[in-house]
């Protein structure tokens, strides 16, 4: 069962450290979602994809974070100087055209900023 | 911010039905109930949703009120493993073209 693979699980870095994270979808799955969780919260939306083009961002995306599906499969999520705050689970999703009101998720990579 | 209200936990005896309520009093004509859940350590998972008809599928039934202020999600025959944090989410259309917004959800816990 190819499902939503994310890479790495998980991620210990420094203060002001950069972090890249990458995100697998299921084959033929053309929208590309990224969450945030925190401890006891429900995932936060960050941004989505359809196909290479980011649709839409979130307010909780800052300018340190910057997120890329170049040729409209994998997709990474790249956070730079990274700050304590950044502390979360990262989750991904894909979804099928035939069906975008399903999204399918990633187990997440775990980041701990010290 | 989310537009339903969870009750923070549940428990259900294995076996039995588990009902879950979610209030969404605010919600508007063209805004659909989704339901997702997200067991320990994993990601969420899809469950159902529904516009304003009852909606049933392999694993769940989702009870819509006349009103639409709220619903019900049911799990007819709850197991150990369907102990999990059951998210309920007001989202504009099926088309996928709106964030999923997620609240802190009700955590269900099926004993044994």
């Known amino acids: 069962d190819t499902g939503v693979s994310q890479d790495p699980r998980h991620k210990i870095t420094k203060r002001g450290q950069n972090v890249t994270f990458r995100c697998d979808p299921i084959s033929e799955h053309n929208r590309l979602y990224w969450y945030r969780q925190t401890l006891g919260q429900g995932p936060e939306f960050l941004t989505y994809?359809?196909?290479?083009?980011?649709?839409?961002k979130s307010r909780l995306l800052s300018d340190r974070f910057s997120a890329e599906r170049p040729k409209g499969s994998f997709s990474t999520l790249e956070i730079q100087r990274t700050e304590q705050g950044d502390s979360a689970m990262y989750l991904c999703?894909?979804?099928?055209?035939?069906?975008?009101?399903?999204?399918?998720f990633g187990p997440g990579t775990r980041l701990t900023v010290l | 911010d989310a537009k339903t209200t969870q009750p923070p936990s549940m428990d259900c005896a294995e076996g039995r039905a588990a009902n879950l309520p979610c209030n969404h009093s605010t919600i508007s004509g063209n805004e659909y109930v989704y339901w997702y859940r997200q067991i320990h350590s994993q990601g969420p998972q899809y469950i159902i949703h529904?516009?304003?008809n009852n909606e049933t599928n392999e694993m769940a039934s989702l009870i819509i009120t006349e009103d639409r202020k709220s619903s019900t999600l049911i799990l007819p025959h709850a197991t150990l493993r369907d102990t999990a944090v059951y998210y309920c989410i007001v989202r504009v259309g099926d088309s996928g073209n709106t964030p999923l917004v997620f609240g802190k959800g009700t955590r269900l816990s099926v004993i044994a």
């Open positions: 994809f359809q196909n290479e083009a980011q649709l839409e």
């Open positions: 529904g516009l304003k």
């Open positions: 999703a894909s979804s099928h055209k035939d069906r975008y009101n399903e999204q399918f």
